[in-house]
DNA sequence: AATTCATTAACCGCTACGGTCAAAAGAATT
DNA sequence: AATTCTTTTGACCGTAGCGGTTAATGAATT
């Protein structure tokens, strides 16, 4: 595996990518090197050459993406947004560059939960432990409830915008508009939502 | 494939079910006939007595959820609210009365979508042109925008609205939690919405 | 008991998988 | 330009397991 570290960064990032779009969309067994070479736009042969086995590249994977999401999570935690709002956006934000940087890496570790095939199990259990999912750390993170209007249910609210949230990363999986317009869009409705939910005072 | 349709519908629906799954997870040409046989519990053998060939079945499918959805549109057309939130409410409601009865669809569909397996890409068009998305259409359909508070982009809360029932769905797809809890919390949250976005006047 | 029909275990030919290796194709060095 | 060294691959191997068939099993019907 150091033929493969020693690569450019680019380059490893191509394959990595490769990898876990094939590993994500079909899990460990059908996962094919073939087909993740060809999704690299390189030989079979040379995926053997770095990795050695299918299995060393599975967990290679696995390792990756938990450190990138320890260091994401330790990110989030730096930035201590006061507002509720401001949170969601924060973390949405988060997850959306994340998302930009390695596109397949969230459907690769929604299958890494489903993963059963015995060559792997084990290992897997590992990243889970850590890999807590960002959102709900934020979103369920002490809310301020007083500073919604009367009649607003928290709870609700937070239910909206953590689906509404998950809406928007699941259209992500799959179309073409850019991360900024996303971004955009999704601020100006988070906004709409405070100015409407929250009293009048407590509009900045 | 007559042999198929002369099943009890209880054991017609556990086999569909099962085929729907394992082609929706991984695609036609991944999607073996022995995964299928196992998932509907029984033996790869009855499987082809049924249907002959691996195509029949995944052509069979496609009819199969095709009248669905066509019945299902033709129902929704049916119910005309009046009110925006209510028509997001009933198309969610059918949605999610589909998905109880069809768990399997939805991934299924989906899949359809994106297959493109030289064996059957040629008849999948077909379908494609008559299914459309039953949330689109509703959630797109004459907006009365007048009713919204002054400030309120109509094209927002339909965003909020659309995602916002997306991620519902998703979250639907694995877990555990009943229909009608998800239904009934999901009604809360629009209503919250209404409450907040419409004009006095019009909350009833 | 003979007939019919649903169901399956065992099998067949063949594709294509994970993995290997010798050699081609480039770089770098002399 | 010849030589060495590294990167990359086409072709190959043994085998697992695929789609599909068939002969046999067993339950029900007459």
Redesign the interface.
């Known amino acids: 595996m150091e033929k493969f570290l020693a690569l450019p960064q680019e380059r490893q990032d191509i394959i990595a990518a490769a990898a876990m779009s094939v590993f994500g ?3 460990y067994k ?1 996962a094919y090197i073939s087909d993740i070479a060809a999704a690299a736009g390189i030989s079979k042969a040379l995926v053997f050459h770095y990795f050695g086995s299918k299995k060393t590249l599975y967990l290679y994977l696995i390792e990756y993406t938990g450190k990138i999401m320890a260091a994401s999570v330790q990110e989030q935690r730096n930035t201590e947004s006061a507002d509720f709002f401001e949170k969601i956006v924060e973390a949405a934000k988060l997850k959306l560059s994340i998302m930009n940087r390695y596109p397949a890496m969230a459907g690769f570790l929604a299958s890494i939960y489903y993963e059963d095939d015995p060559a792997v199990a084990s290992e897997i259990q590992e990243l889970l432990s850590k890999g807590e999912d960002v959102r709900m750390q934020i979103a369920l993170s002490g809310t301020d409830e007083s500073k919604f ?1 009367d ?3 928290p709870k ?2 937070i ?2 915008l ?7 990363m ?2 992500r999986l799959d179309n073409l508009v850019s991360i900024d317009a996303i971004m955009l ?1 999704f601020s ?2 988070v906004d ?2 405070r ?3 929250y009293k009048e005072e407590f509009l900045k």
Chains 1, 2 share one sequence.
């Open positions: 969309a079909v899990g059908k209007k009649g607003v249910d609700l609210v239910n909206i953590v689906k509404f949230t998950e809406g928007v699941g259209s869009e100006q409705c709409l939502l100015n409407n939910l």
